[in-house]
């Protein structure tokens, strides 16, 4: 029989096994035998060379603990083997119930602390409701560099830009911050952490949040894009947190960097002329205010790049469509050009060539036709003296460019945006390991 420990939440169960290569889970149910989630929490406690099997019931009532055993090596089956069973009779719920976030094997193995919050797995909002975000802390070992994501807990799609993990240095604490979307109500926010000689992150830890209703929460952000090389080296952003900057606003940043002497940021593109008045201090923290010049915010640049996307997913679609039922093109006779009397058109058989030669697209031809396109090995092989072609589409040698070449096609064809370059606007990076839009 395990009862709740001295002035504790939770029951506990010591094991210690014969050797290292044992590795130890548990479940908790209750009396119609559902799991209890968030109800076991099982580690091994090296200071004393054994396995710590802790159980917090969250109802009153008869509940079993059953705990399985295996080898290292049959770690990652499916299934382990039940050791021992015990009871858990509970007469009453403590002050403070645990709920223990699930939590891998590699928690243990990178020696990882959850410093808030403490003892449940559910996420809550700071006091200050107009926060657009909640925070995770974490201790690691110095070689060990924590990450994280936030993902929809219905559909699991990750919330993009919705983290940002920044290392507080003064406290040698990982700050994981998540900021959630509108569109979604429950979320899993999961942690990984690697050693900074490995190459893959792993699963270390997952927590449960609720969101606030709308009505309650009033402000949404997203956190700036940050890359590996942001917290592998420890780097710290205090503001802005705001990865959607104002458009023709003062933008102030302060972030610490360690290990940098020179920190460099470009605008559209631009680089900025470095400021005397600020830089990097002693305590590598990188201070600086601009002018912000950006020319779309992440909303627009979005909203275009999504109609841009669905013109070109419809005309590749309508260009599929033609080619699968393609068998003969429609007859024209044309003076100029006896080789294609009974073959089609010059004009279209141009734009034809023209668009498998640079949209790299392999479609099904009929093959009458694929032999007729093999005549032509370039522009300059459909040019006929006197023929009646608008002369726009002719390019010569000087203007003979792909660019020159998509914008001829695009005032001719209907699959012209397959063929368009594509064009990044309103990128921002900063060379500190971040980006803001």
């Given amino acids: 029989m395990v009862t709740y420990e001295t002035g504790q939440s939770y029951g506990e169960i010591l094991i210690a096994t014969p050797n290292n290569d044992i590795i130890l889970s548990a479940s908790l149910h209750d009396v119609s035998k559902t799991s ?23 109802k009153v009532g008869n509940h079993t603990i059953l705990i399985f055993g295996c080898k290292k090596d049959d770690s990652k089956r499916s299934t382990s083997n039940c050791t021992v069973e015990f009871t858990f009779d ?38 200050d409701k107009n926060s657009p975000y909640c925070e995770i802390l974490v201790r690691s070992p110095d070689d060990v560099y924590v990450s994280a994501k936030i993902a929809d807990s219905v559909s699991s799609k990750t919330i993009e830009n919705g983290d940002l ?7 040698s604490l990982w700050q994981c911050l998540f900021a959630p979307s509108m569109n979604y109500s429950s979320y899993k926010l999961t942690l990984f952490a690697k050693r900074f000689n490995e190459n893959q992150s792993n699963c270390v830890a997952q927590f449960d949040f609720k969101q606030l209703p709308k009505s309650t929460l009033q402000n949404y952000m997203s ?12 780097c710290h952003l205090f503001e802005p947190l705001d990865g959607i900057l104002k458009r023709g606003s003062k933008i102030k940043f302060r972030c610490r960097i360690p290990g940098a002497h020179v920190v460099s940021i470009t605008v559209d593109g631009q680089w900025l002329k470095d400021d005397p008045a600020s830089g990097m201090d002693e305590n590598h923290l990188f201070q600086r205010e601009i002018q912000s010049t950006i020319r779309q915010t992440m909303t627009e640049l979005r909203d275009n790049y999504e109609k841009a996307q669905r013109k070109l997913e419809t005309a590749d679609a309508n260009f599929k469509k033609k080619c699968s039922t393609l068998v003969e093109i429609p007859q024209f006779q044309h003076s100029s050009h006896t080789l294609l009397q009974q073959n089609g058109q010059l004009y279209g058989l141009e734009k034809f060539w023209v668009f498998l030669k640079y949209s790299r697209q392999k479609p ?31 390019l010569t040698k000087s203007n003979y460019t792909f660019e020159a070449i998509a914008v001829a096609v695009a005032k001719n064809s209907d699959t012209s945006n397959s063929l368009k370059p594509m064009k990044k606007n309103g990128a921002h990076v900063f060379s500190s390991g971040f980006q803001f839009i």
Avoid: M
């Avoid at 209890?36 to 929490?41: K, L, S, V, W, Y």
């Avoid at 580690?43 to 004393?48: A, E, K, L, S």
């Avoid at 719920?93 to 808030?116: G, V």
């Fill in 223 to 234: 956190f700036p894009l940050t890359y590996t090389p942001f917290g592998e080296a420890k």
């Fill in 165 to 171: 993990i920044n290392f507080n240095s003064q406290e």
């Fill in 36 to 58: 209890i989630e968030g109800g076991d929490f099982v580690y091994f406690d090296r200071d004393r060379n054994l396995w710590r099997c802790r159980f917090a019931p969250q």
């Fill in 364 to 394: 099904k031809i009929n093959r009458k036709l694929e032999e007729i396109l093999k005549n032509y090995k370039n522009l300059e092989d459909f040019r006929v003296d006197g023929a009646s072609f608008p002369q726009h589409f002719f």
């Fill in 90 to 127: 509970i007469d009453h719920l403590p002050a403070t119930p645990i709920s223990y976030p699930l939590t891998w094997s590699h928690f243990f193995d990178y020696q990882l602390e959850i410093i808030k919050p403490v003892n449940t797995r559910f996420i809550d909002w700071p006091p």
